[in-house]
């Protein structure tokens, strides 16, 4: 998985609370993302980094934060977890001064009931 | 936004067949359709990719194309082997000129079943 570990891979949380995942990279990679995978919808971006506290909205962000305070860790916060945001949560790197791929981390498999 | 639609969503061959999975994309501005692969449980895993240059590319058994004018591309997979059974995502990506990064829209996927 291209040197990048996700954290926790599996929660269950209960609606209404907080909730952070962690993506970590060994790659030194300027980019990062996060997506959503839904069944019947594929992978739908919700955020991305292009460096250091540098973050950006994708299309699916209502309900979400990020943080990148270090060029290794990228984190998703669900301020107040409903049941629409129970999902597999796949992080993603790329570094364009090589090219445009991206590579994905294993996933974290959230449940909110 | 970009709109990409993936067809079959579920796919079926023999051992040894090809198999052929397609995607339209919407925005003429896309330039970039990297193709991954999805075991259970794990994350995409990237196969091959295309950019909007090249007309066709291929990597052994697995080769894409690309049609700019009608804005569709394929993956042909030949000799399919049980190994090969998987999700398939296609995807389609335009450059934020403000971050530089490639931003990816996906297709929903195509589950492929390779029968021995």
């Known amino acids: 998985d291209a040197g990048i570990t996700q954290s926790p891979r599996h929660k269950v949380t209960e609606t209404g609370t907080p909730v952070t995942l962690r993506c970590h990279q060994t790659?030194?990679?300027?980019?990062m993302y996060w997506y959503r995978q839904d069944p019947g919808h594929g992978l739908r971006l919700i955020h991305y980094?292009?460096?250091?506290?540098?973050?950006d909205k994708g299309e699916v962000s209502d309900g979400y934060s990020v943080s990148r305070s270090k060029t290794e860790d990228f984190l998703l916060t669900l301020e107040s977890a409903t049941s629409s945001q129970t999902s597999v949560y796949f992080c993603?790197?790329?570094?364009?001064?090589?090219?445009?791929?991206?590579?994905f981390g294993p996933g974290t498999r959230l449940t909110v009931t | 936004g970009e709109n990409v639609e993936q067809h079959p969503s579920t796919l079926s061959v023999q051992e040894g067949d090809s198999a052929v999975i397609k995607c339209t994309y919407s925005?003429?501005?896309?330039?970039?359709f990297p193709w991954y692969k999805q075991e259970l449980g794990k994350g995409p895993q990237l196969i091959i990719d295309?950019?909007?240059?090249?007309g066709e590319k291929k990597d052994q058994r697995i080769a894409v194309t690309l049609n700019k004018t009608a804005k569709h591309f394929s993956l042909h997979i030949t000799e399919t082997q049980p190994e090969d059974s998987a999700v398939y995502f296609c995807a389609a990506s335009i450059r934020d000129s403000g971050a530089g990064s490639y931003q990816l829209t996906f297709g929903k996927g195509t589950k492929l079943s390779v029968i021995p």
């Open positions: 980094s292009y460096g250091v506290k540098d973050t």
């Open positions: 993603a790197i790329s570094d364009t001064t090589g090219g445009y791929e991206q590579y």
């Open positions: 790659e030194n990679h300027r980019y």
């Open positions: 295309i950019r909007s240059n090249v």
């Open positions: 925005d003429s501005a896309s330039n970039y």
